[in-house]
């Protein structure tokens, strides 16, 4: 026997998007998927050319929409979790980039495919150049132009004085799923309208939201942010992280969410900070240089999560073994309990 489930969030119309259907086979005896989506970060390319405008490593981008087409239960979501592009210089250079990205995604397999996308910031995006980085005055509005469209139409949004500069911070459920979107370099100044600090984040709206998705214990809470909170062994409270990274987490462990989802850094984690509980899972390797201390174990790919009927969550890295191989094969996988997990990655 076949039943159709549907995953939505109660207020959500049956029609948009986020209404995804899941077929279960309610006779078999083995656990079923119910819900699925995929998730990456740090595609672009070193450096801008008149040829490639989007500066995405396209071969790398294409084998991943390749790779997740090819999947036996097809994601329903798609994060893509910032450093789309090279920017990091002005907004107009920013606008060249993201508006070439745009039409370059829009003729892939997976958005033909109708898999819902959500884009998600880095520091490639929000700021600029500078000795330490910068926030880019004007690049919320340049983000807003082209990549609004990759924001779930029902949506909670940070309210107040500073909802227009935290407007890509946002959450969102899917049945009894609740996906935090976090900015960590929201554009902010300095005394006198002076150049601000990168790392921010809307600490107080995001941790009331990890506490109210949380309250019902049955629902199963991921975060997406671009930078990590914890990056190879430690808490990451400079460029690699954000300032207020250990206070994240606790939040989260307090919380009994399931996982922090990040990129920045240019390779894939998974580790258990507290070594029980949450979870801080990078998956930065969609396509940018690999970090120089990461190349010996350094993989192209991207990850995906599912979720099973028996509530059972499944992380999976796919990967390609060498750059140049066209098919990616499983790198990593792991139940995601909270206990400590029995399959740590090395």
């Not at 330490?132 to 082209?146: C, F, I, M, Q, S």
């Not at 606790?250 to 009994?256: F, G, K, R, S, V």
């Not at 201390?293 to 991207?302: C, E, H, L, M, N």
Request: net charge neutral.
């Amino acid at each position: 026997m076949l039943l159709l489930v549907v995953l939505a969030a109660c207020d959500t119309p049956a029609s948009s998007p986020a209404a995804n259907a899941v077929l279960i086979n309610t006779g078999a005896t083995q656990d079923s998927i119910v819900y699925s989506f995929a998730y990456v970060g740090c595609n672009r390319v070193d450096q801008f050319s008149s040829d490639n405008p989007s500066t995405i490593n396209k071969p790398i981008f294409d084998k991943i929409c390749a790779d997740v087409m090819q999947q036996p239960q097809r994601p329903n979501l798609f994060f893509f979790l910032g450093d789309l592009v090279l920017g990091e210089k002005d907004t107009k250079m920013l606008n060249t980039e993201l508006q070439a990205w745009v039409n370059y995604y829009q003729k892939s397999a997976i958005a033909k495919a109708g898999i819902e996308m959500v884009a998600v910031p880095g520091n490639h995006e929000m700021l600029h150049h500078h000795n330490p980085e910068r926030p880019l005055n004007g690049a919320t509005e340049v983000w807003l132009k082209y990549m609004s469209p990759f924001m779930p139409a029902i949506r909670d949004t940070v309210p107040g004085d500073s909802a227009y500069l935290n407007k890509m911070t946002f959450a969102f459920k899917r049945g009894q799923l609740g996906f935090i979107v976090m900015n960590t370099d929201t554009y902010n100044e300095g005394p006198g309208g002076t150049d601000g600090t990168e790392g921010k984040i809307a600490q107080d709206w995001v941790f009331a939201k990890i506490a109210d998705y949380c309250a019902d214990t049955s629902r199963k809470v991921f975060v997406f942010s671009h930078k990590p909170a914890y990056a190879s062994g430690s808490f990451q409270f400079g460029h690699s992280g954000f300032p207020l990274s250990a206070t994240f987490f606790n939040t989260l462990t307090q919380h009994q969410g399931v996982a922090l989802l990040s990129a920045h850094v240019h390779n894939y984690q998974r580790a258990q900070p507290s070594g029980s509980g949450p979870y801080q899972i990078i998956a930065g390797n969609g396509g940018s240089p690999p970090d120089n201390s990461y190349v010996s174990r350094f993989f192209y790919g991207y990850s995906i999560i599912n979720i099973y009927k028996s509530g059972k969550i499944v992380q999976i890295a796919r990967g390609l073994k060498q750059e140049n191989d066209q098919t990616m094969v499983t790198m990593d996988s792991t139940v995601l309990s909270r206990t400590p997990n029995a399959n740590p990655y090395r």
